[in-house]
Structure formats: structure tokens, C-alpha cells
């Protein structure tokens, strides 16, 4: 088990740029899958990005692919999404996620170890 501690959330107005951070402390990081999910009020947890152990294989849900990317410095023990290009339909709490896999999964329900979340609000 790790403890996720997520950063970079905010307001940023439509067209702008974020880069959401997550620290991992706890465990070995370079044993997890490391996940992005978001929720937005009213809707069920989505998938948005995953990236493989050593950082080889990273997966998109299709309306982020070209805006959205994810990173992770194993050696500082944090994980990356950096977001550009916002729209308001982005708008959401972002959380990040581990599992411990060789592989990656979009399924909320694979990953055990989660952060608080972080709140980030795109104005149109």
C-alpha cells in the first residue's frame, strides 16, 4: 500500500494549461501502475491516463489523446499530467492511483491505493 498526495489543481480559463503532480511515499514506486482518473459532480469516476512501471507504455482515454500527458520520475517518487489545451467538459476532481501490475488498466476497480483528489475548474 502507498499514500498519494495530489497538486497542481486550480481555475484556468478555457485554452490554458495545468500540470497536476502526485507524490507516492509508502512503497517502491517503480513496483506500480500509476493511473489519472477524474469525477465530475453528478458522474461516475473516469479514466484519463495510465503509465506502465518504468514509464515504457502509457495509455489515454480518446478525448484527452493530444492534449493531455502523463510522466512519472521513479528516482523523485512522482507521477505527472500535464494538461493543455483545457475545456470546460474537463472540468472535474483529478485523482491519481496505483497498481501494483506489470500491466495497465482503465478500470477504477484495479486500483487499490488512491490520493485525496484535486480540484480543477476550466471557465468558458
Known amino acids: 500500500q502507498v499514500q498519494l498526495v495530489e497538486s497542481g489543481g486550480g481555475l484556468v480559463q478555457t485554452g490554458g494549461s495545468l500540470r497536476l503532480s502526485c507524490s507516492v511515499s509508502?512503497?517502491?514506486?517503480?513496483?506500480?501502475?500509476m493511473g489519472w482518473f477524474r469525477q465530475a459532480p453528478g458522474k461516475e469516476r473516469e479514466f484519463v491516463a495510465a503509465?506502465?512501471?518504468?514509464?515504457?507504455?502509457?495509455n489515454y482515454l480518446d478525448s484527452v489523446k493530444g492534449r493531455f500527458a502523463i510522466s512519472r520520475d521513479n528516482a523523485k517518487n512522482m507521477m505527472y499530467l500535464q494538461m493543455n489545451s483545457l475545456k470546460p467538459e474537463d472540468t472535474a476532481v483529478y485523482y491519481c492511483?496505483?497498481?501494483?501490475?506489470?500491466?495497465?488498466?482503465?478500470?477504477?476497480?484495479?486500483?487499490?491505493?488512491w490520493g485525496q483528489g484535486t480540484q480543477v475548474t476550466v471557465s468558458s
Open positions: 492511483a496505483a497498481l501494483r501490475s506489470y500491466t495497465i488498466s482503465r478500470a477504477v476497480r484495479d486500483y487499490a491505493d
Open positions: 503509465i506502465s512501471r518504468l514509464g515504457f507504455n502509457t
Open positions: 509508502g512503497g517502491t514506486v517503480s513496483d506500480y501502475t
